[in-house]
């Protein structure tokens, strides 16, 4: 198995597993507490589509900068999130997270590495009366692609870095082993638009820009500090 996705594969199936095993152990008065804090690991699955397909360049007098096709990939996340209660049965959250995947990426004859990253900004609506707790979110990203040995001008070779941004909307569902402990489960669409590059020389701007859309499969496990 390839050692990129043998150790997150471990962790899903560990917090799926531990998730099965412990559903019984919140009763049905279960009540998380009315505002809390929340921290927690992620692990990610990323499926990309949009110009980033491998079928041209950005072409200036000083460089070519690759727009590569990116294969899907599994990462990391850290998650932070402040949550408080809207009625007896719904409870919204804010939720600032960072998530980051190591892939390859081909370009005409060209292999190499890239690397995504995110920064998400969600809000969720929660309906959250029983231990399991589905929601709906939508939120704005911030998305970081480095492109190992993308950009090429005369004998220098340099990465290629994108910057943009995007909006987020998905679903999930949280499941509480404890009240103060639960699994998440999120599906996550990205529509992003890639506005500036830096390569060689100095960062500069994409005329008409690049889109850059990302589905995101993610599992994960939190905790949470009561506020009140």
Known sequence: MNKKLFYPIVFVLFISLLGFATAGAVTKTFKKARSQVYFGLTVPYNTYSGDFNGDFMIRTSLEDIYIPDLDNGVGFGVTFGLSGRMGPFWTYAVEAAYQHTS???????????????????????????????PY??????IPYINVSNGAAGG?????????GV?????????????????????????????????GIGDSFDISGNLDHNNLNVSAGIMYAIPLD
């Open 136 to 141: 709906a979110l939508l939120g704005i990203s």
């Open 166 to 198: 995007g909006i987020n909307f998905g679903a999930g569902a949280d499941l509480y082993i404890s009240p103060r402990v639960f699994l998440n489960f999120n599906i996550m669409y990205r529509a992003q638009q890639i506005s500036t590059v830096e």
């Open 103 to 133: 892939l390859d990426y081909t370009f005409a004859d060209l292999k190499d590495d890239a690397g995504v990253g995110n920064i998400d900004i969600n809000v969720k609506g929660i309906y959250s009366p029983q231990k399991i707790q």
């Open 155 to 163: 004998f220098v070779i340099d990465d290629a870095k994108f910057r």
